[in-house]
């Protein structure tokens, strides 16, 4: 039986950030955008960052300044099936992210970064 997705780990400046059930790596690259001309359909190419997301939990004696950063930072996605994607760049983007009371404090975070470099697999 092939094993598939199931344990992302999340490590954010060298902290093991304790991820719930959900996590997300949409890696950066180039991407082919349709450019349509007459009767034809060409393509462009376009940059597109990366995109990690994940829902982590408030715990006691956690410092929310040890989650929340405006910086950039290394950021390393664990996958449980082999691949780890390393980003040098990583910064937490969006809203400054809510910690949410009750079903375990869950904050969620999003950050963005460059390519990333895959290991493994």
């Not at 996958?79 to 869950?106: N, R």
Request: with cysteine.
């Amino acid at each position: 039986m092939t094993q598939v997705l199931g344990i992302v780990d999340i490590i954010w400046r060298g902290r093991n950030l304790q991820v719930a059930k959900g996590a997300s790596i949409r890696p950066g690259g180039l991407k082919n955008n349709p450019v349509t001309y007459g009767r034809k359909v060409g393509r462009a190419q376009e940059y597109q960052g990366s995109e990690i997301k994940a829902t982590v939990h408030f715990e006691a004696g956690q410092r929310w300044g040890n989650t929340w950063d405006s910086g950039e930072g290394e950021l390393q996605v664990v996958c449980d099936t082999g691949q780890t994607f390393v980003m040098y760049d990583a910064f937490l983007s969006g809203d400054i992210p809510t910690i949410t009371g009750g079903e375990g404090g869950s904050i969620e975070m999003t950050w963005s970064a460059g390519t990333p470099e895959e290991i493994g697999a």
